[in-house]
């Protein structure tokens, strides 16, 4: 089964109330993982290539194991650049097989936000790669993306956003963000802004950035096995599932992923000291990837059975 872009699955997912899954990936397990949630669960998958990933597995080596995945499923698949930062990174991943892009102009000022957004538009559109921008900004750290407070999505910029640089999809900001400590008090997201968001771009696509959820017994899985997670909290799930009903098609979830990976192999080393093969912690690491990402398509994201 070949690479898909996102325009089918989006359609439906807005139109059915439910969200298409967007997974980072960075290893053969992570991918593996995944892939098999995916397949057991019969839902689109959207796995996406951050700038940390492309330093550390190199971004051959992610497009090459993908393309290994892609030969025992027939689920469709998006490959997907999380955060490209400027032209010449979405440029490389367009020329490199990528079948949508993300450039998060979020840094910049509103016009030189808008001015890099249409030039990606321009060069993917020639190529048939779709293009999610961002408008807004997410607090907190993921990879190289850090910032310290957010800047909440302004509706009618929004709209005047997406016109002027004819983007695909909209990243923006009502409330998530970035890494594992989201919130000290109560978790809270601007549902309103969404709503009149969602009113004003009938029809399109928004994106849920920083929306891991921090399950609370993978913390104290990695705290009673060595770790120093404390504090952590996410996005309540349910929060998730409700903004899947406003418009949102795609909803990114990476610490999860990364929190259920390390507290099982936190885990295994203290009940199995001996061991030295890392095939010995891996695969129930992949297996805890593979739960966590069944457990979002089933439960939150509702795309089970949608392919």
């Known amino acids: 089964m070949p690479l898909t872009g996102p325009r089918e699955m989006f359609a439906r997912a807005y139109r059915e109330g439910h969200a298409v899954g967007a997974f980072n990936v960075n290893n053969m397990e992570i991918i593996q993982g995944i892939m098999q949630a ?10 996406q290539v951050s700038a940390g990933a492309r330093k550390y ?14 030969l025992d499923t027939d689920l469709p698949v998006v490959l997907h650049l999380d955060h490209g930062q400027d032209f010449d990174i979405c440029k490389s991943c367009i020329d490199g097989g990528f079948t949508s892009v993300m450039i998060d102009g979020s840094h910049l000022s509103y016009e030189e936000n808008i001015a890099v957004t249409r030039r990606v538009v321009e060069y993917a559109h020639d190529k048939g790669v779709w293009v999610e921008a961002e408008l807004g900004q997410l607090a907190g750290v993921e990879d190289e993306v850090s910032a310290e407070h957010s800047v909440y999505t302004d509706p009618d910029q929004a709209v005047e956003f997406v016109q002027r640089t004819g983007c ?8 998530t963000s970035h890494g594992a400590y989201k919130f000290t008090g109560d978790a809270k997201l601007d549902f309103a802004r969404l709503e009149t968001i969602t009113k004003m771009l009938p029809d399109y696509p928004l994106v849920l950035h920083g ?3 921090v399950p609370q017994e993978f913390v104290e899985m990695a705290n009673a096995y060595g770790g120093k997670v404390g504090g952590a909290r996410g996005v309540p799930e349910d929060l998730l599932r409700k903004a899947a009903t406003f418009g949102v098609c795609k909803i990114n979830i990476d610490t999860d992923i990364r929190l259920a990976m390390t507290a099982t192999i936190r885990k295994h080393f203290i009940e199995n000291p001996g061991d030295f093969d890392p095939r010995a912690y891996l695969k129930p690491a992949r297996e805890a990837v593979k739960n966590m990402v069944q457990h979002k398509i089933r439960n939150v994201l509702g795309c089970s059975n949608k392919i």
Do not use: F, V
């Open 38 to 47: 995916g397949a057991e669960e019969r839902a689109p998958l959207i796995l």
């Open 57 to 70: 597995a190199g971004q051959n080596y992610i497009i090459k194991l993908i393309e290994a995945a892609l």
């Open 168 to 175: 695909d999809s909209l990243a923006i900001a009502i409330g």
């Open 211 to 213: 929306a891991s959820s």
